[in-house]
């Protein structure tokens, strides 16, 4: 069965994507964003493939890997890289895509095979995949109670590495039970902007376009929703400011930091500008924050997200906080280090994480957090607060950071986040610091902790 021309395309895309993303240090989000924009006559519903194709291979990939070793008497390290994420994505649409008839997915994975390797490898794909249609839904995972990690890695597609620490620190149950929220495909998270809107406000004029509308009761401006039916700048109310995308836990953040109308703080890591434009949010757009980034592409992005919001308050500028600082010591009120950090709190919606990072990567990103934390801790006034913040619940990005940098700085001590404790959905550890786990609180992975200088 020879595929629609559009949806060849698709495929094409989707494994250029998948080899870019083996090739280098590159994240998910920006090899997506210019694969798409090389391939302007997609339709929506080719895009939606392309996303479908590597969002899911991506989530299901040590499992599909298992299936592949199955029926491969080539070993999988053996196989060219391009072929081997063309054998994925057939795999894929084999057995985890239900609308993609199996002649369209095998036929599909061969013809690009022919163009990318010699006609044996072709041939190879097509008797591997021909296997696995008739006998890939009969495998035999491995036994959970026999062998827990194996079954984790395998059921669930994380790397040995992460299961294995993470199964030492919360037992095997409960890893299974973060590993598989981590594969669930998040809900579209939003934040109203009080600054020019109300949540009923939103809420009315969007819920005809979006599935499954949820307010939540903690934070206080946050809604979820399925994928709407269309691009989430189409929505009503998006153009005019009045709210932005942001996970709950996300939000939790500017929340811990408590910045308050007519204060100065700092967004040391800001980024594309979610936690400025909540702080702003916050200040009731009264006081200044200066939004620091070490990339001045996104600060340029940041200053049109801040018009968008009809945010006035704050000012931008390119700083690296790894080295020594053009700003005055002690000029800060408040101050936010969400610091670059792995990500593995946030892999059901980055879930190239898992294949892209190593035991290493933690490691460095302690390294770096460590030293930005103290850096942006010489700006907080006496008496004025930082707050540390990553997307990651990771003991050395976490914990370790806080412990070091306490250490090593005696005129700050750490005071419980202003947030409110839920049973047990509780969000604060006995220290007062912020923690949320996807399969605990459904919300992304998340770790802040707040401390104050001494007058």
């Known amino acids: ?26 994240v998910l989000d920006a090899v997506l964003d210019r694969a798409l924009e090389e391939e302007p006559g997609l339709t929506r519903k080719d895009r939606a493939l392309v996303m479908a194709l590597v969002y899911g291979v991506l989530r299901n990939r040590g499992r599909i890997d298992w299936i592949i070793s199955s029926f491969s008497k080539t070993k999988l390290n053996k196989i060219q890289p391009e072929i081997l ?25 061969v013809e690009m095979a022919k163009k990318a390797a010699p006609v044996f490898v072709s041939k190879f794909v097509n008797g591997l995949l021909r296997n696995v249609e008739r006998k890939g839904r009969g495998l035999q995972l491995p036994d959970f109670a026999k062998d827990p990690l194996k079954a984790v890695c395998v059921a669930e597609s994380y790397p040995e590495w992460m299961v294995k620490r993470w199964i030492k620190r919360f037992g095997a149950e409960e890893t299974l039970e973060l590993c598989k929220a981590g594969n669930k495909i998040a809900p579209l998270t939003i934040r109203v902007n009080s600054l020019v809107a109300n949540r009923d406000e939103v809420a009315e004029a969007i819920r005809d376009q979006v599935k499954s509308l949820e307010m939540h009761d903690w934070p206080p401006m946050a ?7 269309v691009p989430i700048f189409e929505l009503p109310g998006f ?71 009809k945010v006035s308050i704050v000012k931008t500028r390119a700083l ?63 008496g004025g607060l930082i707050l540390y913040s990553v997307c990651s619940m990771e003991p050395e990005e976490t914990d370790g950071v806080i412990k070091a940098f306490l250490k090593n700085n005696e005129d700050f001590t750490l005071e419980p986040s202003p947030l409110p404790k839920e049973g047990d959905q509780t969000m604060l550890d006995e220290q007062g610091c912020m923690r949320t786990f996807p399969h605990r609180q459904g919300m992304d992975g998340f770790f802040a902790a707040r401390m104050r200088r001494r007058a």
């Open 1 to 26: 069965m020879k595929p629609p021309a559009g949806k060849d395309k698709s495929r094409i895309t989707a494994a250029r994507i998948l080899d870019r993303l083996e090739s280098g240090d590159q």
């Open 85 to 109: 994420n063309i054998l994925r994505m057939g795999v894929f649409q084999l057995l985890f895509l239900d609308r993609v008839p199996p002649a369209l997915a095998v036929d599909s994975s």
């Open 223 to 229: 809604m979820s929703f399925a994928a709407p039916q």
């Open 239 to 309: 153009t005019a400011g009045k709210f932005s995308v942001q996970d709950a836990a996300s939000q939790m953040t500017a929340l811990c930091l408590g910045p308050q109308p007519g204060e100065v703080v700092l967004d040391a890591c800001a980024g594309l500008g979610s936690k400025t434009s909540h702080m702003a949010q916050l200040m009731d757009n009264k006081g200044e924050i200066l939004a620091a980034d070490l990339e001045p592409g996104k600060l340029k992005r940041l200053e049109e997200e801040m018009a968008r919001l």
């Open 320 to 382: 690296d906080f790894s080295r020594e600082l053009p700003l005055e010591p002690q000029s800060f009120d408040k101050v936010l280090v969400d610091a670059p950090c792995t990500g593995l709190g946030v892999i059901r919606r980055n879930p190239d994480s898992k294949w892209s990072k190593t035991l290493n990567s933690i490691h460095k990103h302690a390294k770096l957090q460590r030293m930005i934390l103290s850096r942006a801790s010489e700006l907080v006034r006496p």
